[in-house]
């Protein structure tokens, strides 16, 4: 009987240890489930700022995009209205310069008329003085011519 009380006393131990192991397990599965749900609800919080994060971010490249695409077209558009300008400007060089070309061309002619007239004037000049002395010669010579015809 001592021996029947002795395993009796063992296995009542023994049941008492797995019980308290069974308790401790318990409370151990408890807060491991306490655990996984303060993770999982972590997780999903993560989740869902990284989710927020991703949408911020298409919504900044759009953003990059749209204003890269505008830069583009505005450089594009200085673009052809300088090249108008320079067009403008070219085309308004080459106008000045026909102007200054002409008026050069004008006052070139000018300057030959001018110094054409002055040669037509002096020869003209000459010519005068010229029939002026022969015109003198001719009236003394007609003067005289009377005088003889009168003396006569």
């Given at each position: ?12 131990d023994?049941i008492?240890?797995l ?15 306490k655990?996984r749900?303060?993770?999982e609800?972590?997780k ?5 700022a ?7 971010l298409e ?28 067009e403008e ?39 005068i ?9 001719a ?6 011519q009377?005088?003889?015809k009168?003396?006569?």
């Amino acid at each position: 009987m001592e021996g029947l009380r002795r395993e009796n006393k063992n296995l009542s131990d023994e049941i008492h240890d797995l019980t308290e192991q069974l308790g401790e397990g318990g409370r151990s599965v408890h807060e491991i489930d306490k655990n996984r749900r303060r993770l999982e609800m972590e997780k999903e919080e993560l989740q869902a700022a990284l989710e927020e994060a991703e949408s911020a971010l298409e919504q900044e490249e759009a953003k990059v995009q749209r204003a890269q695409l505008e830069m583009s077209q505005i450089r594009q558009e200085i673009d052809r209205r300088l090249a108008e300008k320079e067009e403008e400007f070219e085309a308004t060089r080459k106008n000045h310069q026909r102007v200054m070309e002409s008026q050069q061309a004008s006052l070139e002619a000018e300057a030959k008329g001018k110094a054409e007239a002055m040669r037509v004037k002096k020869k003209l000049e000459q010519d005068i003085n010229e029939l002026e002395v022969s015109l003198d010669g001719a009236n003394r010579a007609r003067a005289e011519q009377e005088k003889k015809k009168k003396k006569k």
